[in-house]
């Protein structure tokens, strides 16, 4: 494992904050908006040209953002953790909070697993990213930026960090029609997940989005009772409804939406909830993906055995459910699904990043 810590500072970055003491960022306007600003006389910027990513940008592209009072770039990578298949991204925002991303290396290509929120209201017992609660929503430049940092290699993008995205609903799909815009990085919404823990209503709103992407509900029980234990934020949210959306929007879309399980000894892997999973899921536009819990300090949960995941597994398939075991990328960083923490600049493990990072610029 290796650490590295950088400050990345580019002109236009002093520009006036909004009301909600963030800078106008450049990278969340769309095409259209980016056509409506004045052009800088003797400067021919593209839309495209927004999202470079290479850390030198054009003298033409900063002269331009500092015309228009935009900041190029909001977030300073002060961390760099490498794994074997993974690399996260400690990733410090404006206002003194920090959110962490992830490059998942595979055979045919990289994937961005990005963060939608500071922080999470859902508190899922399972997951580190919840324990602080949630602080504020990322707004889309941000999570654009993201993208644009972790490199020109990725060709998937995964809402799987910290957040709920579908409780961000509004910037996540801004933040998803930016990236896909042909003028700008012309990404693939085939490439695209949401995953989230499914909230009916925008669910429902999402059915009736004309956008292709995929969508993966963090299930983990078949029953309310239980459900409600294991994320308490979504008590109001009844299984049924949430299981109905998410195929409602399945069979609007023609597409297959992914259900994933985390496997708890004694908590949802006996028979019965096998069974359960079957009646859900028989003959529907449906696959499940079967986890094991990554371990999270201060978190007491069992690792559930190869033998019981089998069982639970074959019992799934002899009722023709689709269903996978889903491999887990990033233990080695504390980088896997769950894993990731809100740092907060103000104390913790994340002050020290910062510290790093101003003896780095006083060398």
Not at 139 to 148: D, F, T
Not at 195 to 202: D, V
Not at 279 to 304: H, K
Request: aromatic content about 6%; proline content about 4%.
């Amino acid at each position: 494992m290796s650490s590295i810590t950088e400050q990345l500072c580019l002109p236009g970055e002093a520009a006036k904050p909004d009301r909600s003491g963030a800078a106008k960022l450049a990278l969340g306007l769309t095409a259209s908006e980016f056509d409506a600003l004045p052009s800088t006389k003797g400067d021919a910027v593209a839309y495209r040209d927004l999202f470079a990513p290479h850390r030198d940008l054009p003298r033409k592209l900063q002269r331009w953002a500092q015309a228009n009072s935009l900041a190029l770039r909001s977030l300073t990578i002060l961390n760099r953790d490498r794994g074997s298949m993974s690399e996260k991204f400690l990733f410090g925002l404006p206002d003194g909070y920090a959110v962490e991303s992830v490059l998942i290396r595979r055979r045919d290509g990289y994937t961005a697993c990005v963060s939608s929120q500071v922080g999470c209201a859902f508190a899922c017992r399972f997951c580190a990213s919840g324990q602080a609660g949630l602080k504020r929503n990322l707004a889309a430049a941000e999570i654009v930026e993201q993208v644009v940092q972790l490199g020109p290699k990725v060709n998937r993008i995964v809402f799987m960090g910290i957040g709920e995205p579908l409780n961000n609903y509004g910037n996540v799909l801004r933040a998803i029609r930016i990236l896909r815009d042909r003028r700008g990085m012309d990404f693939p919404t085939t490439g695209i997940t949401i995953s989230s823990i499914g909230i009916p209503k925008a669910l429902r709103d999402l059915r009736e989005e004309h956008l292709g992407i995929n969508l993966t509900i963090s299930l983990h029980a078949t029953t309310q009772e239980v459900r409600a234990k294991l994320i308490p934020g979504a008590k109001k949210h009844e299984l049924s409804q949430v299981v109905q959306a998410a195929l409602s929007w399945a069979r609007r879309h023609n597409r297959t939406v992914t259900f994933v399980y985390l496997l708890l000894p004694g908590v949802n892997d006996s028979v019965e909830d096998a069974q359960r999973l079957v009646a859900m899921f028989a003959d529907t536009p449906a696959r499940l993906n079967l986890m094991r819990w990554n371990p999270v300090d201060s978190i007491d949960f069992g690792r559930t055995s190869d033998r019981t995941l089998q069982l639970f597994k074959s019992r799934l398939e002899r009722a023709g459910v689709p269903v996978v075991v889903r491999d887990t990328q990033g233990m080695d960083i504390d980088a896997a699904c769950g894993q990731l923490w809100l740092r907060d600049l103000r104390g913790g493990r994340a002050l020290a990043a910062s510290a790093s990072v101003a003896t780095a610029k006083a060398i």
